[in-house]
């Protein structure tokens, strides 16, 4: 079935420091989704790509797609201590209607 | 825009009972998903809705879970009966919307299942 990797699975930063995150698809995606999960709280939705290619900013965040569809990735550029949290990926398989599976999440830890 | 509304936020019992979780998703939103979250399996599908019908409950782990949405604007998630391993965090998120590409799915507060 379809399997969606995120690594690593924790990562611990300076403040200031980048980070990124990478996700990885068993099979090709028609789009993938970015949550953001701060401890004790629920998944919060950041962003959506869906072309081949897609590069998408918010901020100090860089969400990439990649070519084949099978990959992605968040950058943070100069973290902050309020970017602590589980940052997830999420897919939906090509032809696979509404069923979005999520990575197992990296997280990550910003010291001051 | 209440959100998504799920209930109990906190859920004790011992093993064998009955537990009951209810959720009420977003006014107008079709698609409602269970997930379950525990530290070793992450963020598990177990099932999901469009427009009140299952479409696909192939991560619900056992004849011992159940779930229902008689209407558009509730569903629930029975597990009987309950054991240890059951404990953990159960989200409701609901999305407007079935084909990819997906809308966002918005998340409630989740309800802590403790099973002793």
């Known amino acids: 079935g379809q399997q969606v990797m995120q690594i690593p699975q924790y990562q611990h930063v300076q403040e200031g420091e980048d980070f990124t995150t990478y996700c990885n698809s068993s099979?090709?995606?028609?789009?993938i989704q970015w949550y953001k999960q701060r401890p004790g709280g629920h998944p919060v939705f950041l962003i959506q790509?869906?072309?081949?290619?897609e590069v998408k900013k918010q901020k100090r965040l860089t969400f990439q797609f990649g070519e084949a569809k099978k990959n992605s990735s968040l950058h943070i550029t100069a973290t902050q201590t309020t970017d602590v949290g589980t940052y997830f990926c999420?897919?939906?398989?090509?032809?696979?209607?509404?069923?979005?599976?999520f990575g197992q999440g990296t997280t990550l830890q910003v010291k001051p | 825009d209440a959100g998504v509304i799920q209930s109990p936020r906190h859920e004790v019992t011992e093993m064998g009972q009955e537990v009951t979780l209810r959720c009420k998703p977003i006014?107008?939103?079709?698609?409602l998903f269970w997930y379950r979250q525990t530290m070793m399996r992450g963020l598990e599908l177990l099932i999901y809705?469009?427009?009140?019908?299952?479409?696909?409950d192939s991560g619900m782990p056992e004849d011992r879970f159940s779930a229902k949405m008689p209407n558009a604007s509730f569903s629930t998630l029975k597990i009987q009966p309950s054991e240890p391993r059951d404990s953990a965090v159960y989200f409701c998120?609901?999305?407007?919307?079935?084909?990819?590409?997906?809308?966002?799915?918005?998340f409630g507060n989740g309800t802590r299942l403790t099973v002793t």
């Open positions: 998120a609901s999305s407007y919307g079935t084909l990819a590409p997906n809308s966002p799915l918005h």
């Open positions: 099979t090709t995606l028609s789009n």
């Open positions: 790509l869906v072309k081949s290619g």
């Open positions: 999420a897919g939906t398989s090509s032809g696979n209607t509404g069923k979005l599976i």
């Open positions: 006014s107008g939103h079709n698609s």
């Open positions: 809705f469009n427009n009140n019908v299952p479409i696909d």
